[in-house]
């Protein structure tokens, strides 16, 4: 069964209304939890890239990318848990883990039963809840993975339509 039906939460993923990359996050971390991360899309066997700026690399330690000097490249992390999903770490905080998708990639039932899926491993691997805010609007979650019921939620009411 479905965690969420494409009917009840379509209005999430419209990118005119939260944007076309909401931020989804995993508030509470460490550098331990990024490396479990790490650890989760290697034994997923995920595609994934690794760059620093635009230099392709192997994927490092977290605690290595994560105490990066200042004036490094930016590294971001590309995984496929889906062939059509893509998900974006961008490495910006150890006590956040944080990642965009695009709402264009997650249209449909189909494609959300893959986000949710991807959100549920990340969550329980971490045991936290995994959130997704409208682009730019931290702090305001419409969705996300719920520990203790070990699904993935709505977090807010649809807008009146």
């Not at 460490?30 to 479990?36: G, I, K, L, R, T």
């Not at 990318?65 to 998900?87: F, G, I």
């Not at 039963?113 to 990340?122: H, K, N, T």
């Not at 305001?140 to 339509?161: C, K, N, Q, T, Y």
């Amino acid at each position: 069964m479905a965690d969420l039906l494409w009917d009840d939460v379509s209005c999430f993923f419209d990118p005119d209304l939260m944007g076309p990359l909401p931020d989804v996050r995993v508030p509470h971390c460490s550098v331990e939890d990024w490396q479990a991360v790490l650890d989760l899309v290697e034994s997923r066997g995920w595609k994934r890239r690794y760059s620093e700026g635009e230099t392709v690399l192997p994927a490092p330690r977290a605690e290595s990318v994560l105490s990066r000097a200042a004036d490094a490249e930016w590294p971001n992390l590309r995984v496929w848990p889906d062939a059509e999903v893509q998900v974006i770490f961008r490495f910006q905080d150890e006590e956040v883990i944080d990642f965009d998708v695009d709402l264009r990639e997650l249209q449909g039932q189909e494609r959300l039963d893959a986000f949710c899926g991807f959100l549920r491993e990340l969550g329980r691997r971490l045991g936290k809840p995994v959130l997704m805010d409208p682009e730019g609007d931290h702090g305001h979650p419409v969705l996300g993975f719920d520990p203790p019921s070990d699904r993935v939620v709505l977090l807010a009411e649809p807008p009146a339509m």
